[in-house]
Structure formats: C-alpha cells, structure tokens
C-alpha cells in the first residue's frame, strides 16, 4: 500500500486547509489511518487519527475542536480538515495506515502504523 497525501500549503493564522492521503490500492474499510506531523528540529507527534471502520476518532490536546478527521473507505481516503490555524501548526504532516483485525482499533503512537506516505507541508503565517 503507498499513501500519497497532498492538500499543504501556506495559509494565514486563522485560516483553514483541509489535507487528503489517497491510498494506492484498495483498502476499503480494512485499515485504520491516521495523521502525524513534524516541525522543525521537533520529532513526530501525533495529531489524529480513525478506526477502520471510520466510527472511533482519537485527536491530540493541541488539535481538538479544530481539526477534524474522516475516512472513506470506498475511496480509500482519508481527511484532514484543519480550522483556526496558527504558526504552532506549521509542519510536514504525514498519513499512516494499518491493517486491522479489530473493526474500532484507533493507534496514536506511529509505531503502530504499517505504511506511510510522503508528507505534506503546511505553513501557516502570522
């Protein structure tokens, strides 16, 4: 499975982006999926992330009330809509998907995750 994900880009403090990771073969609602990012001289952290079956969320502190995250499962996507952006937010973001057994697993540590993509970058002035 190859995840590209697309949708960075610059935007003002306070604006919206919505991020999209399209996975390159069917996975259907097989995979749970999540979103990680990166900024500058900091390691990965979580931001959030969805069960297979696109019914169970988990989001990080800094995130909740602001980004929301949804999955399609026929369309082998999943989406990050981004709201009331500020400078902190400023990272490469990355989408990650694992095969699950269980249809309500939600995995926030990155080590859970089995593929990658490539990262998008999202740049928010002040």
């Known amino acids: 499975v190859q995840l590209q994900a697309s949708g960075g880009g610059l935007v003002q403090a306070g604006g919206s982006l919505r991020l999209s990771c399209a996975a390159s073969r069917r996975t259907g609602n097989m995979h749970s999926m999540g979103w990680f990012r990166q900024a500058p001289g900091k390691e990965r952290e979580f931001v959030a992330a969805v069960s297979r079956n696109g019914y169970n969320t988990k989001y990080a502190d800094s995130v909740k009330g602001r980004f929301t995250i949804s999955k399609d499962g026929a369309r082998n996507t999943v989406a990050l809509q981004m709201n009331s952006l500020t400078s902190e937010d400023t990272a490469v973001y990355y989408c990650?998907?694992?095969?699950?057994?269980?249809?309500?697993?939600?995995?926030?540590?990155?080590?859970?995750?089995?593929?990658w993509g490539q990262g998008t970058l999202v740049t928010v002035s002040s």
């Open positions: 990650a998907s694992n095969y699950e057994r269980l249809m309500d697993t939600v995995r926030v540590s990155p080590d859970g995750y089995q593929f």
